[in-house]
């Protein structure tokens, strides 16, 4: 799956999009969707950027998108639904997963922010509790597209529990190794596309624990390494005594990760080395010639 948590469509808002950059904001956006939907995206959750333009333009566009938009606690202030769907059901290779996504309302400036009109943002722990709920029965994993932030994260769950993996955005913390607390493994890459990050998910069992494999593999290297130092013959008794109290220790907790569901990051850097999708590539070409004609400026100097 291609998970997005949030802010795809506009740079990072830090005033109301005025009506001279309007059109060029615009043709942007139409270019992300038009990209995500080559790049076969799974599902995007709204960020608070994803709505400089508003709830009517978001609706609008979601109209071009091949992939669903969902956004849990985001409703509509005159009818009190929701704007998107709540959250999504996916199968793959017979595991049944939820995804929903939330948002936090601390990310916009102030009551009167522009973003905010004409939508009602329901608290995230509210609606994640009924969400988890609903979700349990019906699948085996349960993602979070979280736009909460990485703090924000880690005080939903230590109340809600039963979310497996929470894909967090908005900070932008890139998290090498993931923190598992309470069962949950927090996610969570670079922003602008600096890195690209992929999660490999092995399931022996039907038991939504899972443990990050690079720290299997880490304590496996220090074993070899302690096993090493022991099969020296000029070793004082008092470190062999030490090294064989940490041996029995990780030789306990790697035969604990048997048989059980394990997780890999891989992240790498997306240089200019890459090589580029022509398809996407001849998409920006034509987004930089309509910007250069309303600019009045030429393509190949920007």
């Not at 001279?20 to 995500?36: Q, T």
């Not at 949950?184 to 039907?206: E, H, R």
């Not at 940490?246 to 035969?255: F, G, P, V, W």
């Amino acid at each position: 799956m291609i998970l997005d948590s949030g802010d795809l469509l506009f740079k990072k808002y830090k005033n109301p999009i005025s009506e001279n950059e309007k059109h060029v904001e615009i043709e942007k956006a139409d270019l992300m969707v038009k990209s995500f939907n080559l790049m076969g995206l799974d599902v995007l959750s709204v960020g608070d950027d994803d709505l400089s333009l508003g709830k009517g333009f978001l609706l609008e566009i979601s109209k071009k998108t091949n992939f669903p938009i969902i956004a849990s606690n985001i409703f509509d202030e005159e009818t009190d639904k929701p704007i998107f769907m709540p959250y999504l059901l996916k199968e793959i290779n017979g595991i049944k997963i939820g995804i929903f996504g939330l948002i936090s309302e601390h990310l916009f400036s102030s009551p009167d922010d522009s973003r905010k009109k004409g939508i009602k943002i329901v608290p995230p722990l509210e609606i994640a509790t009924k969400i988890v709920e609903e979700l349990r029965p019906k699948t085996d994993l349960i993602i979070l597209l979280s736009h909460l932030s990485y703090p924000k994260d880690i005080e939903l769950i230590q109340t809600v529990k039963g979310i497996n993996f929470i894909f967090g955005s908005h900070l932008g913390m890139n998290l090498s190794s993931p923190p598992i607390i309470n069962n949950t493994v927090i996610l969570q890459s670079a922003p602008k596309g600096m890195y690209g990050a992929m999660v490999d998910l092995t399931i022996y069992n039907n038991q939504p624990v899972f443990y990050n494999l690079s720290t299997k593999r880490e304590m496996e290297r220090r074993l070899h390494l302690i096993q090493q130092r022991l099969n020296q013959t000029q070793i004082r008794e008092e470190e062999k005594t030490q090294l064989i109290k940490a041996k029995n220790e990780y030789d306990k907790t790697l035969r604990g990760f048997s048989g059980k569901n394990e997780f890999a990051v891989f992240i790498t850097t997306l240089h200019d080395q890459i090589k580029e999708d022509p398809e996407i590539k001849k998409l920006i070409e034509d987004y930089k010639a309509k910007i250069s004609i309303h600019k009045g400026t030429n393509p190949q100097k920007n």
